[in-house]
Nanobody, 111 residues
């Protein structure tokens, strides 16, 4: 059972950037789909982005062109590069894969 640990969250001004990391406790080479989700206060958890083992990516419409998901199988790590951040991106961001979830990392976008 893989364990996932997210990091990289924080407070950033609108228009700023952050890079989230998700480190797995074992190789992710065999995990076909890795994903990022987020949950804002008072709202349901929602899909943000996915990446397959072959590098195919999908994004929710509201983050297309601003967020980029990537994976480094050699480092057992999945990344979420977030640019042009907006206040509505404020949420706890979770990494998911192989049926497991991380504990989340808080992202707050505010001036």
């Amino acid at each position: 059972q893989v364990r996932l640990v997210e990091s990289g969250g924080g407070l950033v001004q609108p228009g700023g950037s952050l890079r989230l990391s998700c480190v797995a406790s074992r190789s992710i080479s065999s995990i076909y789909i890795m994903a990022w989700h987020r949950q804002a206060p008072g709202k349901s958890r929602e899909f943000v982005a996915t990446i397959t083992g072959g590098g195919t990516t999908t994004y929710r419409d509201s983050v297309k062109g601003r967020f980029t998901i990537s994976r480094d199988n050699a480092k057992n790590t999945v990344y979420l590069h977030m640019n042009s951040l907006k206040p509505e991106d404020t949420a706890v961001y979770f990494c998911a894969g192989d049926g497991q979830w991380g504990q989340g990392t808080q992202v707050t976008v505010s001036s």
